[in-house]
């Protein structure tokens, strides 16, 4: 068990750029998760994927937010057209597909719009 | 809906001491779980304690132990004989369906 695995950790770029981060769950996780960290705030949730299927993207911020987890292991999160709004930190978490259980967080990525 | 409130922003504790974190939420979920998860300065959020609502009995993690009043929506966090290395931000979680709703933290510094 190597934990959740986000891919990567600081991306810096420039505004109106489109970037995506990757998310590897743990292995024998069904479900995942992403959430955005603005400083000093505590997370905010996106959207989330059981297996391959979105089953929750109600929460994404906009139409330039969009996630995707098509063979049901990793998963990616697409931001197109970023504004400065856009810098924070977005984290990934994955869970077993039972309700309730803990969600494993990883490193994070932390985007930065110049 | 939900909502979590951490209304504590900062403290500090000296390390051996006991200190405790306040939480306070709003459900209308009738099963639902809370959380306690600890960010490390630049390191992943990890998961400290968790409560399962229709437990009347608290939590207890080693030195982490909860306080849940269920009438009350109050769910604070008790770290006793705190260590250096419990300073960090400390987030409570609620989990409705199958998002969690996090407080605004609570940074907490322990000195030696």
């Known amino acids: 068990d190597t934990g959740v695995s986000q891919d990567p950790r600081h991306k810096i770029t420039k505004r109106g750029q489109n970037v995506t981060f990757r998310c590897d769950p743990i292995?024998?996780?069904?479900?995942l998760y992403w959430y955005r960290q603005t400083l000093g705030q505590g997370p905010e949730f996106l959207t989330y994927?059981?297996?391959?299927?979105?089953?929750?993207k109600s929460r994404l911020l906009s139409d330039r937010f969009s996630a995707e987890r098509p063979k049901g292991s990793f998963s990616t999160l697409e931001i197109q057209r970023t504004e400065q709004g856009d810098s924070a930190m977005y984290l990934c978490?994955?869970?077993?597909?039972?309700?309730?259980?803990?969600?494993?967080f990883g490193d994070g990525t932390r985007l930065s719009i110049l | 809906a939900q909502t979590v409130t951490q209304s504590q922003p900062e403290m500090s504790v000296q390390e051996a001491e006991t200190v405790t974190l306040s939480c306070t939420y709003d459900?209308?979920?009738?099963?639902?779980?809370l959380f306690w998860y600890k960010q490390p300065p630049s390191r992943q959020m990890i998961l400290v304690i968790r409560?399962?609502?229709?437990?009347?009995q608290n939590a207890t993690e080693n030195r982490f132990s909860v306080n849940f009043q269920k009438a009350a929506k109050s769910f604070s966090l008790k770290i006793s004989d705190s260590q250096l290395g419990d300073t960090a931000m400390y987030f409570c979680?609620?989990?409705?369906?199958?998002?969690?709703?996090f407080g605004g933290g609570t940074r907490l510094m322990v000195k030696p």
């Open positions: 978490a994955s869970s077993p597909s039972y309700s309730n259980q803990p969600q494993h």
């Open positions: 292995s024998e996780h069904n479900r």
């Open positions: 994927f059981q297996n391959e299927a979105q089953l929750e």
């Open positions: 459900t209308s979920e009738s099963n639902y779980y």
């Open positions: 409560q399962e609502a229709y437990k009347q």
């Open positions: 979680a609620g989990n409705a369906g199958n998002m969690l709703t």
